[in-house]
């Protein structure tokens, strides 16, 4: 099995680390806890719903308050997309918005990341590696969720970009009352944006604390 005996637990408005060596399964439980993988066994409760047996149907409609953004920012993309239809995109999904409602929405979510309205127009590959992972991020947030899963969201880019992009990731939380779980090899971004931090190995949660308990006084 991939991924066993795993137990998370985020309180909202906080933010969990999961890290680990690659390959230990923190992708797989990112992709179980947002639907898009179903789990075997045990149970998957996010916002007080067990999710981990729902039908497609039923996830779609809860995935506007559950998202994820991932690691590769042009990969995200869909390279025949303009960027306002790519923000627009899981509005159009998910909500019954008019045109007037949708672009309105689109344009806020392009302020609060730092994205110029000049970009709506443009295509992913017309973007840099820093405005690509905005996009995304204001395509995660186009539709008020409550939680938030980051596969490490800056681990293709530059390290000043790095930087950018995880203070507009601190400041979107605080902001929105955010619930985020970052899944990093970076441990000092982890330590400095976590609460609590779980560490995996081939598969298992083998420790789990605060971020402070983790990392200066490390159980294995």
Known sequence: KAVRNVS????????????GESGSGKSTVARCITGLLKSDSGKIVVLGRDISQESERD?????????????????????????????????????????KEIRSRVLLLMKQVSLSEDLLDRFPHELSGGQQQRVNIARALVTNPKVVILDEPTASLDVSVQLEILELLIKLQKDLDLTYILISHNLATVRAICDTVSVMYLGEIIESGTAD???????N
């Open 8 to 19: 998370l637990v985020v309180e909202k408005g906080r933010t969990l680390g999961l890290v």
């Open 213 to 219: 308990e983790i990392f200066d006084a490390p159980k």
């Open 59 to 99: 996830m779609r409609s809860f995935r506007q308050d559950l998202q994820i953004v991932f690691q590769e920012p042009l990969e995200s993309l869909d390279p025949r997309y303009r960027i306002s239809k790519s923000i627009a995109e899981p509005l159009i999904l998910h909500t019954k918005l008019d045109k």
